[in-house]
């Protein structure tokens, strides 16, 4: 079985309600915890886009660089990756499709060179 079968297998049984673009989140979260079986919370749907509560406490930006990927793998597709307080020992995390590089804040996501140069006033 490809890896394109089980995400649709899964995406099947387990998130029937899911859009394409939430799928692309929960790809993303996938990958960012080393599969759906290490995604602690609930996979809930968020606006157009989706959320889980998380007790990971392994975000950070090189040793268990889980916060460095997130950040990298966000850019790179055009995901908008957000981590909100969520009640005691919990990260709740929001994850938004967006589909185009450029417009409005709440519309565009940029590469991670963009930003880092916007960032870095270059």
């Given amino acids: 079985m490809t890896e394109d079968d089980w995400n649709n ?3 099947a049984e387990q998130y029937p309600w899911m ?3 939430q799928f692309e989140c929960f790809d ?3 990958d960012l915890f080393g599969g759906a079986h290490h995604i602690q919370g609930k996979v809930k ?4 886009g989706i959320e889980t509560n998380s007790r990971h406490c392994g ?8 916060l460095t990927k997130a950040v990298v793998f966000a850019h790179d597709r055009c995901i908008r990756f957000g981590i909100e307080p969520s009640g005691p ?3 709740k ?7 185009q590089r450029d417009g409005r804040m709440y519309e565009r996501h ?3 060179e963009e930003h880092a140069n916007s960032i870095r006033g270059v």
């Fill in 59 to 66: 975000f950070s930006t090189f040793d268990y660089n889980t």
């Fill in 110 to 112: 940029p590469t991670l």
């Fill in 28 to 30: 993303m979260l996938c």
């Fill in 45 to 48: 749907p968020c606006g157009t």
């Fill in 19 to 21: 859009t394409d673009d």
């Fill in 89 to 91: 020992g919990l990260l």
């Fill in 93 to 99: 995390l929001c994850l938004h499709k967006r589909h």
């Fill in 9 to 11: 297998k899964i995406r």
